[in-house]
């Protein structure tokens, strides 16, 4: 057997693997976000505070970009065909096209972002990429609701956005430092494996 035909079959079982571990990964974290998002924290204007976009963050920093999508779009759609896996425990097209649909919808740009920015593995370029996946989801999930609503931009960043800002950076944070420990724990173990 020639160094090429070798070459290029540890290569085709380098990408197998690496396949086979962003299905599984991709899998989980569709799982943890379907049993986190749920969860929710009543608010006087009715819209609660969720974990939906932590598990987003979450997706988006240990997945690349392309599982990350697959990840978000298969919560989306098991949430869409009736499984309970939205705010409030909740599941339906009807709340999936309701009048908070359009943040839901900008979970799959929120973690096709989060994943690109941290792509090369800096912890400020996730930090820029936390802000610009929750600036898409407060634009598009705004103009969503504000045209469904049938209210205004105002009314609408004053009840969907504002009183989320806060929570949602903290959930960018914590987000970000674990996949900042998790990325310092591989680096050492591949050191010390070397």
């Known amino acids: 057997m020639t160094n090429q035909k070798r070459t290029i079959q540890k290569e085709t079982k380098q990408t197998r693997h690496a396949t086979l571990q962003h299905m599984v990964m991709a899998a989980l974290f569709c799982a943890v976000l379907c049993v986190i998002a749920p969860i929710t924290i009543p608010t006087p204007v009715g819209i609660g505070f969720t974990l939906g976009v932590l598990g987003i963050f979450l997706i988006g920093a240990f997945l690349p970009p392309l599982w990350a999508a697959g990840a978000s779009i298969c919560y989306l759609v098991l949430g869409c065909i009736g499984l309970p896996v939205f705010s409030g425990w909740?599941?339906?097209?009807?709340?999936?096209?309701?009048?908070?649909?359009?943040?839901?919808?900008?979970?799959?740009?929120?973690?096709?972002?989060?994943?690109?920015?941290?792509?090369?593995?800096?912890?400020?370029?996730?930090?820029?990429?936390?802000?610009?996946?929750?600036?898409?989801?407060?634009?598009?999930?705004?103009?969503?609701?504000?045209?469904?609503?049938?209210?205004?931009?105002?009314?609408?960043f004053l009840v969907c956005v504002l009183p989320f800002i806060p929570f949602d950076l903290l959930k960018g944070a914590a987000a970000l430092g674990l996949w900042h420990a998790v990325s310092k724990r591989r680096a050492q173990m591949g050191k010390t494996a070397s």
Do not use: E, N, R
């Not at 973690?111 to 598009?140: D, E, M, N, R, T």
């Open 90 to 156: 909740h599941g339906g097209a009807d709340v999936l096209f309701g009048v908070t649909g359009g943040y839901l919808m900008a979970f799959v740009p929120m973690a096709i972002l989060l994943s690109l920015s941290l792509q090369k593995k800096h912890l400020w370029q996730g930090i820029i990429g936390v802000i610009a996946a929750l600036l898409v989801c407060y634009v598009l999930g705004t103009a969503w609701y504000v045209y469904f609503a049938h209210t205004t931009w105002k009314a609408g």
